[in-house]
């Protein structure tokens, strides 16, 4: 199984950007596909999750309203669109992809999203 996330780079507060993570290697028609976070001295967070097919959504307090997941399902393709970006968003963000029974199993490698003032 490859997540390959991508997308991250440096922007200026208040910016956008979009990450992708693309999903291969099996079929991921019963995972849940989520975005995480972690920034310099703190743990991993929880920023989104999606259903494969596409009906659940969850998105983490700190980022409703600014930041939206979505699947291309024909592309086996996650995305995390940031808008209204602030500094306190600067981290690497991971995407991921699990089952309910075993949680998050596979990871990506990362992409860094840098967020100036």
């Known amino acids: 199984v490859q997540l390959q996330a991508s997308g991250g780079g440096l922007v200026q507060a208040g910016g956008s950007l979009r990450l992708s993570c693309a999903a291969s290697?099996?079929?991921?028609?019963?995972?849940?596909m989520g975005w995480f976070r972690q920034a310099p001295g703190k743990e991993r967070a929880f920023v989104a999750s999606?259903?494969?097919?596409?009906?659940?959504?969850y998105h983490a307090d700190s980022v409703k309203g600014r930041f939206t997941i979505s699947i291309d399902n024909t592309k086996n393709t996650v995305y995390l669109q940031m808008n209204s970006l602030k500094p306190e968003d600067t981290a690497i963000y991971y995407c991921?992809?699990?089952?309910?029974?075993?949680?998050?199993?596979?990871w990506g490698q990362g992409t860094q999203v840098t967020v100036s003032s």
């Open positions: 991921a992809a699990g089952t309910q029974e075993l949680g998050y199993q596979y």
């Open positions: 290697g099996r079929t991921f028609s019963t995972f849940r």
């Open positions: 999606i259903t494969w097919r596409g009906g659940n959504t």
